[in-house]
């Protein structure tokens, strides 16, 4: 069974800051991977997603997140934080390809300081 | 870029009606839609699964008497809260995918649902 786990629920960091979400997955196939981001009262919007090609991905607003097999990671990072990056993260695995059901982790709020 | 509409963002309404949550795909046809129930400050819990016209899957737990998912076209889907009760209240959450374009999932906006 696939499960993902995002460590720390909060993370808190300054303006221009480097940001580190961690999320670690479980699958028994090949995953694709995801991370989301959540504002208040809004649904989710994409930042972006491994899907077996580069290891490296490079998402918008300045994200990106590697792929390491070995650590069953997939971190999300940016290296230097907005104030409009304050937000919900979500990390997610599908089984299923692209298009398959997405197991999310529990979320890691982002707030950032001035 | 593609876009999932969903209606109505808000809506309270009191313990004992129903309530129809509509799910659309603006530009470009969704032959499978899935919605998510999301708990204050908690992840997204799968609800149901749904194919253009055939049956909705359930996730095992989910009462599919109380939570009815119609999908009648590849553009709408609707998810009805019938018979509501202070416990149904929660963010309601769809998603859409074009598998046509091998794209990922794209999601709607929420509804806030408030059972008073």
């Known amino acids: 069974a696939q499960s993902v786990t995002q460590l720390g629920s909060h993370v808190s960091v300054s303006e221009g800051a480097l940001v580190l979400l961690r999320c670690n997955y479980s699958?028994?196939?090949?995953?694709?991977l995801f991370w989301y981001v959540q504002y208040p009262n809004q649904g989710l919007q994409l930042l972006l997603k491994y899907t077996s090609a580069a290891t490296l991905v490079k998402g918008i607003n300045g994200f990106e997140a590697e792929f390491k097999k070995s650590e069953t990671s997939f971190h999300l990072t940016k290296p230097s934080a907005h104030m409009s990056d304050a937000a919900e993260y979500f990390c997610a695995v599908s089984e299923g390809g692209s298009q398959g059901n997405l197991i999310f982790g529990k979320g890691t709020k982002l707030s950032v300081k001035p | 870029g593609a876009v999932v509409s969903q209606h109505p963002s808000w809506v309270i309404c009191k313990s004992g009606t129903s309530v129809k949550i509509e799910c659309r795909s603006l530009?470009?046809?969704?032959?499978?839609m899935f919605w998510y129930r999301q708990f204050p400050k908690q992840s997204l819990m799968l609800m149901a699964t749904?194919?253009?016209?055939?049956?909705?899957?359930?996730e095992q737990g989910v009462e599919k008497d109380k939570f009815l998912i119609n999908h009648a076209s590849l553009t709408l889907s609707t998810l009805t809260v019938t018979s509501a009760h202070p416990e149904d209240s929660s963010f309601y959450i769809c998603s859409a995918g074009d598998r046509g374009r091998h794209q990922p999932q794209h999601f709607g906006d929420g509804t806030r649902l408030s059972i008073l």
């Open positions: 749904s194919n253009e016209g055939s049956k909705a899957t359930y």
């Open positions: 699958s028994s196939v090949p995953p694709y």
């Open positions: 530009d470009f046809q969704a032959t499978t």
